[in-house]
């Protein structure tokens, strides 16, 4: 009996404390414009959309990774993931769940438009160190 | 023995915790989280000191396994450390200091009476089932402490980057590590998995630290209200 209590505590705390965690990533990312370039490449004209999020990915995948912001992809990949299927499965019970997984699901897409330009300004500099080498 | 896969995370790990420190003093943020870095030093002595009993020893040997759950249970302490100096930050505004260490030093031992009693009654290697059930028990303290703390920082409204980072962190790793021990005691005969998960979850915390030094500067801020799961 104890340990299956321990269990369900220890479970609901991870949920909540991993749900803040990733938060706290794209937190950080949300106050930082996205220029217009990247907008072009993203197709992201205002607010972000969820729908975007594994196109996003795909284009960062195709700049060289910065070793700084490969954990946080992941950690952010995995919370998309998990509102998703938050959405599909407990949506048609709780609406108003619906509305704020597609609002977190454009925060993560536009915390992945941010990495991404970030991580064309690192190719960019390595491109240039290799030309003035 | 263990196989080139526990190897190759026991590295990682060792590596993963030296980086902590490095990236604690390149930040020059060594002494201001002395109680993370003590903890990440002590978990890196550790991962050494294994290395070399296990080289002499063997992995079925009495000195390994000793040395396994009092390393455990000395590491699960300095972790209980670790978060208690979270505490202090947290609450530093409030001059609570003295009151966070007189209360972590109380819950301590109190968490060792508690584990004393559960076992007391066990006869054959008493001292090594303690010190399995103090470390069991210090992980279900740390996650309660860690939701308080966290509760602390959404309510006293903490802004500090960094701080939030470690705490929410420590929140995770603590969960995993908990949530471990608790599916063990449900299902024994998945011993296998049990054993080496903690291996897998022991790298998270250093990866997280040492992103919290390289991604945020001491001045770095965040709406605490943004992170709740229920906004405020």
Same mark, same amino acid.
């Given at each position: ?16 404390f991993?749900?803040s965690?990733?938060?706290?990533i ?7 414009? @996205? ?40 950690a ?11 959405q +599909? ?5 709780v609406?108003?769940?619906? +509305?704020w997984?597609?609002?977190e ?7 992945? $438009?941010?990495? #991404?330009?970030?991580?064309? $300004?690192?190719?960019?500099?390595l #491109? ?6 | 023995?263990p196989?080139p ?20 003093l ?5 002494r ?8 990440m #030093? ?23 396994t ?16 670790a978060?208690?100096?979270?505490y ?8 609570a ?8 030093m ?6 060792? #009476? ?15 089932l ?5 470390s ?25 980057a ?11 790793y603590f969960? @995993? ?34 992103f $919290? ?7 770095a801020?965040? $709406? ?8 405020r």
């Amino acid at each position: 009996m104890m340990p299956a209590i321990i269990l369900v505590v220890s479970l609901a705390a991870l949920l909540q404390f991993f749900v803040s965690y990733c938060r706290s990533i794209i937190a950080a990312s949300v106050k930082q414009p @996205l220029s217009a370039e990247v907008r072009d490449v993203t197709g992201i004209s205002r607010a972000a959309s969820g729908e975007d999020f594994l196109r996003v990915v795909q284009l960062l995948q195709l700049c060289p990774a910065r070793p700084q912001d490969r954990g946080e992809i992941r950690a952010v990949d995995a919370y998309f993931r998990l509102l998703s299927f938050l959405q +599909s499965a407990l949506g048609r019970i709780v609406p108003a769940l619906v +509305s704020w997984t597609d609002a977190e699901r454009g925060q993560c897409t536009y915390f992945a $438009a941010v990495t #991404l330009e970030r991580r064309i $300004a690192f190719s960019r500099d390595l #491109l240039a160190q290799q030309m003035s080498t | 023995m263990p196989g080139p896969f526990d190897y190759s995370i026991w590295i990682l790990c060792i590596l993963l915790e030296a980086s902590v420190v490095v990236c604690s003093l390149l930040r020059r943020s060594f002494r201001r989280y002395f109680t993370l870095n003590l903890y990440m #030093l002590a978990s890196l002595a550790t991962g050494v000191g294994r290395y070399v009993v296990l080289a002499r020893s063997g992995l079925n040997s009495d000195e390994y396994t000793y040395f396994y759950y009092y390393s455990d249970a000395i590491l699960t302490i300095c972790l209980y450390f670790a978060l208690m100096g979270l505490y202090s930050f947290v609450l530093e505004e409030l001059g609570a200091a003295t009151y966070v260490r007189t209360f972590s030093m109380l819950l301590l031992a109190g968490t060792a #009476l508690f584990s004393y009693g559960v076992i007391h009654q066990s006869e054959n290697r008493m001292l090594t089932l303690y010190v399995f059930e103090l470390s069991q028990n210090l992980y279900f303290v740390g996650l309660v402490l860690t939701y308080l703390l966290w509760g602390a920082v959404l309510k006293l409204r903490e802004t500090r980057a960094r701080v939030i980072q470690f705490i929410l962190s420590l929140g995770v790793y603590f969960s @995993l590590y908990a949530a471990n021990y608790a599916l063990d005691n449900i299902y024994p005969n998945l011993n296998y998995i049990w054993v080496h998960l903690p291996q897998l979850i022991s790298t998270l915390l250093p990866i997280a630290w040492c992103f $919290a030094f390289l991604r945020f500067s001491e001045d770095a801020r965040l $709406a605490p209200a943004r992170l709740a799961v229920i906004p405020r």
